[in-house]
């Protein structure tokens, strides 16, 4: 399970709010919750990049990938200067192992900004990861670390591929680095459990694991690996 991807995806798409000025939007927000609000105004504004976008986020709560992919899409096709649109969509795309989130990527590289230039990389490598190709995927979080050394996420999606390559001495080296730009990060905690429980350090792996839970009461991955581990 790739925790990070998934807390990424979740933390990042955030848009605008619904703020169009007509009359006939506020009406029709007044009288609807607001998903059922925003479809029913996308109706009749069809290429209003706000409301695209909150629908998108509305489709993407709600579990509908493929609605918000499509929504997104829309909104870029309406106006392409959008980066965290843009990110978003390569993030979704890569997920689902579509090759159209490595056009997007590759357009993100080449920005002058190197934060885009780094989200670009970091899509390319989940897509490679998603797809079963740890080699590039390590090559492209590379890649997006040299672009932006403080990008915490490409440390642990990179960790996660040497973890599970059992290669846990690098892993855990990428992920003290992770540490040391965020100490409130779950996830590095929980990664650090699982390459400290492959190295056979039990009593260690236990401790990061309860760390991860410590910073946060609802972290699956690191409350069913100390249960298993209590079991032992």
């Given at each position: ?36 609000a925003a479809s029913t105004l996308l109706a009749q ?188």
């Amino acid at each position: 399970m790739r925790v990070t991807a998934i807390r990424s995806m979740l933390v990042a798409f955030v848009f605008f709010s619904v703020s169009c000025n007509q009359g006939k939007e506020s009406n029709t927000v007044g009288a609807a919750g607001p998903q059922d609000a925003a479809s029913t105004l996308l109706a009749q504004f069809p290429d209003s990049i706000d409301l695209l976008n909150q629908t998108a986020f509305n489709a993407l709560q709600s579990g509908d990938t493929g609605k918000s992919i499509q929504l997104l899409s829309h909104s870029l096709a309406v106006k392409l200067d959008q980066p965290e649109v843009e990110n978003e969509l390569g993030f979704l795309l890569a997920a689902i192992k579509s090759e159209q989130s490595l056009l997007i990527a590759t357009r993100m590289t080449k920005s002058e900004k190197a934060s885009t230039a780094s989200q670009g990389h970091y899509i390319k490598g989940l897509y490679h990861a998603n797809s079963g190709n740890d080699k590039e995927a390590i090559r492209s979080f590379d890649s997006s670390i040299i672009s932006n050394f403080t990008f915490t996420n490409a440390y642990i999606e990179k960790a996660i591929l040497l973890n599970n390559a059992g290669d846990f001495d690098k892993a855990i080296d990428a992920l003290a680095k992770a540490m040391e730009l965020d100490r409130k990060n779950a996830d590095v905690y929980y990664w650090l459990g699982s390459c400290l429980e492959g190295k056979k350090d039990f009593i260690k792996a236990a401790a990061y694991y309860q760390e991860a839970i410590s910073l946060d009461p609802q972290h699956q991955g690191a409350i069913r690996s100390l249960h298993q581990l209590k079991k032992q």
